[in-house]
């Protein structure tokens, strides 16, 4: 009996047919959240799945849900699925593969005649990438209930549009927000196929990534406070320079990751300003985002504590001081042991190579935990490359994760009573 699989060159052919929703002229996506092309991007989404037969809804934070019924009454449902938003310039990969990979597999089983006892629901999530109005992983993080109506008040892009006009725009529903939170009972499991955006898998050779945590995030803005003064007339050993202190600060975090015994522990300088910022003054303060991913809290915290040593060290010798806000701190979230079983148990029955490993990026699995057993599946990406138009990833790949992914949803679909 021939095993059931899906089907790569249609998923192929939906890559390429989603990917042409907010293409520019470089080759990228700007399909960022609520923009005219992320509406389009939706409105596809919603069309595929209504023409299979599901029962489609726009939940209050404009999450996409798609459901197909189960056989035997009463039974959580088994969701999957990830986000068709991007980055800006972005690639037709990254959380789009997750939403396509979801759809092919309600046509498979539709297809096939497969009736499964739990129902299962199709998601694509609001928001997940960092956009313009300053709330990344929206969707999932509202379904979990860490986002509430409060959050939204106020809230606008740069051209000062409204969150709750654009929430409104793409079918949620802001007056209502709080119901948008869903129960753990609701759920029987969640599982999310992403790109791994890394080089692990590919430098392995290995097809499958098997997902054992997302990565923690500790993100803090840091200010280095010097002294402004004349670049002409100010000695060197007079200075109190706070972007040279800044920049050795920003220099000790990349040391401090670089020798820190976990590769998965890896520190980012991603904003900075510098004031007043003029060719003939001695810069007065510094502003930056530093942050700090890892795979336990512990690396985490190893990697600031270690930090810290050496900025207090750079402060003294420079005669500037060093002023802290925290911005997020974001825990590890480990993934649920059941899924990661079945998930290998698949992939050793498929014949496919495998290999466990933890996501150093954030996902909308992390606030999914949070409601029910999770799981996340990784393809690896050619070079490495993501959030740039030359994100690519192979459909030999893609097509073993799909395989993957559609017997672990089978096999949970027998394993799990709730």
């Given at each position: ?7 790569a060159a249609r998923l192929e052919q939906a890559i390429l047919e989603l990917g042409r929703i ?251 300003a510098n004031d007043p910022n003029a060719a003939n003054i001695i810069p007065g303060k510094v ?132």
């Amino acid at each position: 009996m021939k095993r059931l699989t899906i089907h790569a060159a249609r998923l192929e052919q939906a890559i390429l047919e989603l990917g042409r929703i907010g293409v520019n002229g470089e080759g990228g996506l700007d399909r960022t959240t609520f923009t005219p092309a992320e509406l389009t991007a939706r409105n596809w989404v919603k069309e595929k799945a209504a023409a299979l037969g599901l029962d489609v809804r726009v939940d209050e934070a404009a999450n996409i849900w798609a459901a197909r019924r189960g056989k035997s009454g009463g039974l959580p449902a088994i969701a999957f699925g990830s986000h068709v938003d991007t980055v800006p310039n972005g690639g037709k990969y990254d959380g789009a593969l997750g939403v396509l990979l979801a759809l092919e597999i309600m046509l498979v089983l539709k297809e096939q005649g497969i009736r499964t006892r739990h129902p299962l629901e199709l998601v694509s999530f609001s928001a997940e990438e960092p956009n313009p109005f300053g709330l990344s992983t929206f969707g999932s993080r509202s379904i979990a209930g860490k986002l509430t109506k409060r959050d939204l008040e106020g809230v606008r892009d740069d051209n000062g549009t409204l969150l709750i006009d654009a929430l409104r725009e793409a079918g949620g529903n802001p007056e209502r927000f709080e119901q948008v939170r869903r129960k753990p009972e609701e759920f029987a499991a969640f599982l999310e196929v992403h790109i791994e955006q890394g080089k692990r898998l590919l430098r392995r050779g290995i097809p499958v990534g098997i997902v054992t945590a997302v990565t923690g995030i500790y993100r803090e803005e840091v200010t280095v406070v010097g002294v402004p003064n004349h670049a002409g007339t100010t000695l060197m050993q007079d200075r109190k320079d706070a972007l040279t202190g800044a920049a050795e600060a920003m220099l000790a975090l990349e040391r401090v990751c670089l020798a820190h015994q976990s590769d998965e522990t890896v520190g980012t300088v991603g904003r900075i300003a510098n004031d007043p910022n003029a060719a003939n003054i001695i810069p007065g303060k510094v502003r930056f985002h530093m942050e700090i991913r890892g795979r336990t809290r512990d690396d985490i915290q190893e990697a600031v504590d270690k930090w810290e040593v050496h900025a207090a060290l750079i402060c003294s010798r420079r005669g500037v001081r060093i002023e802290r806000r925290l911005l997020l701190d974001q825990h590890p979230v480990a993934m649920d042991r059941l899924i990661i079983e079945t998930c290998a148990l698949q992939a050793e029955k498929l014949g496919y190579p495998y290999a466990a490993l933890g996501s150093m990026a954030g996902h909308d699995a992390a606030h999914m935990a949070s409601l029910t057993r999770t799981g996340m599946l990784f393809v690896p990406s050619l070079d490495g490359r993501s959030h740039c138009p030359e994100e690519e990833s192979r459909i030999d790949d893609m097509e073993k994760a799909g395989n993957v992914l559609l017997h672990a949803i089978l096999d949970l679909d027998e394993k799990l009573d709730a």
